[in-house]
Every structure is written in C-alpha cells, then in structure tokens.
C-alpha cells in the first residue's frame, strides 16, 4: 500500500488540491472526477490531470530543489567548479518557464535558452548531491 502525503509537506500539491477544489462548480459541490483526483494526490502526490502535461509537475517538484541545491551547495562552493552560477541560473529559469506552463509559448531565442537549460540540467543531474 502507498503510503499517504501531507500536501502541506509539499506546496505543489496543496496547491493543485486548491485548483481542483476551485474548479468543481459550487452548487453542486465536488465533482465525481474531482474527487478521484483529491484522492490520487492524497495517496501519490499527483493525478490524471497531471498527465496532460507532465513537464509542468515534473518542474514544479525539481524547482525548489534547484534553487536550494544552488543556494546551498553551490554558493558555499562545496562542489568546486561542477558548473557556473550562469548555468545554474539558466537551470534554475529554464524550470521557472515550465512550472509556470510558459515554455510551450517563447519566441525561439527564448525556446533554444530552455533547450540549453533541460540539457544542461540532464548532463549535471547525477552529481547534484551534496
């Protein structure tokens, strides 16, 4: 059995409790569907809506570990010369645009700027530990 989160441990997810809650009409109370999807999230942190556009979660979760990780890690300098505080700021902008659903729609300088930024984010991912 999976055990249950504290959607107050994890803003994201209080936050799409939020959006469902507010999306279900008022005089007739929860949808059926709408309740499904309180029930995923209160079990696995997501659900089906998340599905639609998996970046957009994906960027909300990583996001505050980024900044953290760059605050943390990177400016005390514990991981030497790994990357430049200009690519952690590229990383760091590049999951800003896709939590906030804005990377789909960029001009193209600004859509090879995420591009960068995602592969930049894969190459460094395996030593982002501290």
């Not at 999306?23 to 109370?29: C, E, M, N, T, W």
Request: with cysteine; proline share 3%.
């Amino acid at each position: 059995m999976t055990e249950k989160l504290d959607a107050n441990e994890f803003p994201w997810i209080k936050k799409k409790i939020e959006e469902i809650i507010d999306s279900s009409p008022a005089d007739r109370g929860l949808s059926e569907r709408a309740e499904d999807h309180l029930k995923q999230y209160a079990e696995t942190g997501h659900c089906d809506m998340d599905m639609w556009s998996m970046s957009i979660p994906i960027a909300q979760f990583v996001l505050p570990m980024l900044k953290n990780f760059r605050e943390v890690a990177v400016g005390d300098n514990k991981m030497g010369n790994y990357c430049s505080l200009k690519d952690w700021d590229l990383m760091i902008w590049t999951f800003e645009m896709m939590a906030a659903d804005k990377a789909h729609w960029t001009s193209d300088k600004d859509g090879k700027k995420i591009v960068k930024g995602l592969r930049l984010f894969a190459d460094n991912l395996r030593g982002m530990w501290c």
